[in-house]
């Protein structure tokens, strides 16, 4: 019997749908196999450019920089080893605990989690902040063979040494990735990977496979799965591949709307209903488009989402309702998820890859000087990582792959370096005005973020952080050791950090990584270049 559309909401059985719905922004595929014993696992296949409320917040213009051609100060790049004892830094110690070579605070907090009322939703996977943030250092990376036996029946990962193996197979990729992503293109001409389709959410993405071959198409995807023992989030960043942990639970994903040209998913443990689906997609005004099956049994379902907004208004029932000013108002940091039907953009598709990346962002076509920023922050960026970063001999580039860059503002840092090998996650704290629906718009990709707290990722993820002015805006609330401390989890031994800032601001830092044995090296009087060595505290914390 089928379900109602109006008890669908208040059964709150699909939460994972109205998630979507954010960052979705024209095409929906949902992948099934064919079997006749079990019910079928979906793939879906969502794309949906979002846009954010824009911040009330000035944009502030690019930091001053001192191009090449001008007598410049202080070029001589020394690294100096750390000096001890630094006085005023904590003593550190070796975090313990049962996790603590993965930990990740604002997912391993072991009191909160058992204080939860229910679990029903995935609460215990979503973030809950430590309210005193771990002073304490990690381990080395770890390998994990279990996971060979996890999944000896999919052929997505093997041992064979001392190697763990990604041959791109799968419970869904029978064939392999690459027929699979052909299989999908063809099904739907107009997908045309890495150029109408940039940017994809891949849901529930194992060792991020699916993410990694498109790589080869000139396709970005943010890969996302929650923590878990099997710990496939850490292989697909192992792999060089971007990806995040996070989970559809209670809380919006901490992307804006709108930003996605597609979302994906294959056997991503989302627990449909037929019935539900099919009334639910036509109340949302989804067109199913494709809707076939490959040589091996696997089978697709591409669905669109509207472009029209007047098609809502059109509708019998009002289920899904829009949601209003009260629901768009709240970013999307632990905010609440509801069962409404985000804003559709009021302009077209981004210009297709690669042009996209350098023209006018849609989601600023109504903010002039917004605009006008931009074109100056492309500028800026592209100079400066060409004459002090690229150009200097302080940074391996052919070490690096995994890069954050802290604060992304137009993400003009990442798309300067879009001709390397080598993937950038912009992150634009939730202090700071909204420019990550630029950021998607230009085809890269991002999160929102608050540096007072963990990010969700696990240590030891990324080769490089780079960062432009943006300990001086740090909230109050917000101590620089435990910014550093959080930096020093995520970044790789043998890994590289770059801040742009004030004197001020790099006399505060350069201590703190030197306690942690990291060498440091001054370059212009405003770059401060860190490179993380291999020490770890001989002492245990007494707690973690």
Not at 109 to 121: F, M, Q, V
Not at 251 to 260: E, I, K, S, V, Y
Not at 335 to 341: E, I, M, S, W
Not at 505 to 511: F, H, M, Q, S
Request: proline share 9%.
């Amino acid at each position: 019997m089928g379900i109602s559309v109006p008890s669908f909401f208040k059964e709150r059985k699909f939460p994972f749908i109205f998630t979507l719905l954010l960052p979705l922004a024209c095409i929906t595929i949902l992948l099934f196999t064919k079997t006749t014993t079990n019910a079928p696992y979906p793939l879906f296949f969502y794309s949906d450019l979002q846009t954010s409320p824009s911040s009330s917040q000035p944009i502030s213009p690019p930091a001053p920089f001192n191009p090449a051609g001008e007598p410049p100060q202080g070029d001589e790049l020394v690294w100096e080893e750390p000096i001890f004892p630094v006085f005023g830094i904590p003593n550190w110690n070796l975090c313990t605990g049962l996790v603590a070579v993965d930990y990740i605070p604002c997912l391993d907090n072991s009191e909160a989690i058992k204080a939860l009322k229910s679990r029903r939703h995935m609460e215990h996977r979503e973030r809950h902040y430590p309210q005193a943030p771990p002073r304490c250092i990690w381990y080395d990376n770890v390998p994990h063979p279990k996971l060979v036996e996890y999944k000896k029946d999919q052929n997505w990962v093997k041992k064979s040494d001392d190697y763990l193996i990604f041959p791109g197979g799968g419970t869904q990729f029978k064939d392999g990735v690459d027929h699979y992503t052909d299989f999908i293109e063809k099904a739907l001409p107009v997908i045309e990977w890495g150029r109408h389709v940039r940017v994809v959410l891949d849901v529930g993405c194992g060792v991020a496979s699916f993410g990694g071959y498109l790589l080869d198409k000139d396709v970005i995807t943010m890969s996302f799965a929650p923590k878990e023992h099997e710990a496939q989030i850490q292989f697909a960043l192992e792999r060089g591949i971007p990806a995040t942990l996070s989970v559809i639970g209670t809380q919006r994903l901490t992307f804006p709307d709108n930003a996605f040209d597609l979302i994906h998913c294959a056997r991503c443990r989302v627990h449909w209903d037929a019935n539900a689906m099919e009334a639910l997609t036509k109340s949302m005004c989804w067109d199913v488009v494709v809707k076939t099956v490959d040589s091996t049994g696997i089978g697709l379902v591409i669905y669109r989402k509207p472009i029209a907004f007047v098609r809502y208004f059109k509708r019998k029932e009002n289920y899904p309702p829009l949601c209003g000013p009260a629901e768009r108002k709240v970013g999307a940091w632990y905010a609440p998820l509801t069962a409404c039907l985000a804003p559709l953009p009021r302009y077209s598709w981004p210009l297709p890859w690669p042009n996209r990346l350098t023209s006018k962002p849609p989601s600023l076509i109504r903010d002039p000087e917004g605009e006008e920023m931009f074109y100056k922050d492309t500028i800026h960026w592209t100079a400066l990582v060409s004459d002090a970063y690229q150009k200097n001999a302080a940074i391996n580039w052919s070490t690096v792959r995994n890069v954050m860059d802290m604060n992304a503002g137009f993400g003009g840092f990442a798309a300067a370096l879009t001709d390397q090998q080598l993937w950038v996650m912009n992150v634009v704290p939730i202090h700071l005005p909204n420019t990550l629906p630029a950021i998607f718009d230009r085809g890269l990709i991002g999160i929102y973020h608050d540096w007072c707290e963990s990010l969700n990722t696990y240590p030891r993820t990324y080769d490089l952080l780079h960062s432009s002015f943006l300990f001086e805006k740090l909230p109050d609330r917000c101590d620089i050791v435990d910014v550093v401390v959080e930096m020093d989890r995520i970044l790789r031994p043998g890994g590289y950090l770059v801040v742009q800032d004030t004197m001020e601001v790099i006399d505060k830092l350069r201590p703190i990584l030197q306690s942690l044995h990291w060498s440091t090296a001054l370059y212009r009087d405003q770059f401060l270049f860190g490179k993380k060595s291999f020490w770890r505290p001989s002492r245990a914390a007494s707690k973690s």
